[in-house]
Nanobody, 122 residues
Framework: QVQLVESGGGLVQSGGSLRLSCAVVFTRQFSISAIAWYRQAPGKQREFVATITSGDSTNYADSVKGRFTISRDDDKNTVSLKMNSLKPEDTAVYYC???????????????WGQGTQVTVSS
């Protein structure tokens, strides 16, 4: 019914940039409430990175403020995460998360993407 498809990960040198994208694919009537990016480094818990609401309100983890920018394109049902000034400690698998309203049932549900690897070399 809902699928999150991530792209844009890869290997970059410290100080470089990457852009991640998350496409939300629907099969029937849904509305995106909020989309967020999380990341999980090896041996660590998954942590919040950034989120954007349906009203374009954004919030960032302190560790990425000023370096990462989240944006959304509602016409394409896509959310992007532009990552600048990357550091080795940004290395992780990045996951897209969406909170979506199902018009059919009137309920909200959470969905996760499959993850995309970001590796920053020093």
């Amino acid at each position: 019914q809902v699928q999150l498809v991530e792209s844009g990960g890869g290997l970059v040198q410290s100080g470089g940039s990457l852009r991640l994208s998350c496409a939300v694919v629907f099969t029937r009537q849904f509305s995106i409430s909020a989309i967020a990016w999380y990341r999980q480094a090896p041996g660590k818990q998954r942590e919040f990175v950034a989120t954007i609401t349906s009203g374009d309100s954004t919030n960032y983890a302190d560790s990425v403020k000023g370096r990462f920018t989240i944006s959304r394109d509602d016409d394409k049902n896509t959310v992007s995460l532009k990552m600048n000034s990357l550091k080795p400690e940004d290395t992780a698998v990045y996951y897209c998360h969406a909170n979506i309203l199902d018009y059919g049932t009137g309920t909200y549900h959470d969905y996760w993407g499959q993850g995309t690897q970001v590796t920053v070399s020093s």
